[in-house]
Every structure is written in structure tokens, then in C-alpha cells.
């Protein structure tokens, strides 16, 4: 019995490696300019970066952060609600900015506060 389970596990493991590929090789993503976005998300025309990668919230409090974000109205980097501070969100609460991007190397995404979307660019 215990060789049988094995090797159900193994075939399920197996089959959903390949079906998870073949998604991956076949789905593309959506260019930006071709998904429904919130007025929000059209707005934004140039992603602002950050050259310094810190929370500057946590570097005023000596606390620690996970990832970072950038707010896409006035340019800001806080931390993300991975970190103990969640600066980015309180920030958003505060101030009512929308939009915010990831700061993280290698992500390219955007994120709407009021309209929960979230959409890569």
C-alpha cells in the first residue's frame, strides 16, 4: 500500500509540474495598455523609482523592513505590510495616494490601494 501512495503522489507531483509549465509557456502576460485598469492605474504615465533603497520611516524610527515600495504621487519609499511598520499603508491612510510600485529588484508591478488591483507592468 505504501508503494502505491508513492507512486499516486508521485504522478499527481509529476502532472501538475507539467500542467504549471505548459501554463506558463502558453499564458503572456497582458501588456498594461491592454488590461481594464482603474482611473487610477491609467493615470500613471511614468513609474517613479527610488534610488535609495530604505524605509525612511523606519530609518527615523531604527526599525527594520521586508520590501519596499514607492508611492507613485509624490515619490516616497516606505515598507511594505510584510514589515513590522507597514509604513506604506499607514501612509496611503494618511495621505489618500493610490498608487503604489514595487521598489524590489526584478518586480515590476503596480498597486491600487482603492480599487484593490494590482497589475504588472
Known sequence: MFSQTNSLVLNIFHNSTVFIRL??????????SEQQLCSHLQAIKQVKTTDTHVCEDCIKENSEWVHLRVCQ???VTLCCDDSPRKHMTK????VQHPVI???EPGERWL?????EQFVEY
Open 73 to 75: 504621487t509624490c515619490g
Open 101 to 103: 510600485s514595487s521598489a
Open 111 to 115: 498597486w491600487c490601494y482603492p480599487d
Open 23 to 32: 501554463i506558463r509557456e502558453t499564458i503572456k502576460p497582458i501588456p498594461m
Open 91 to 94: 501612509h496611503y491612510h494618511k
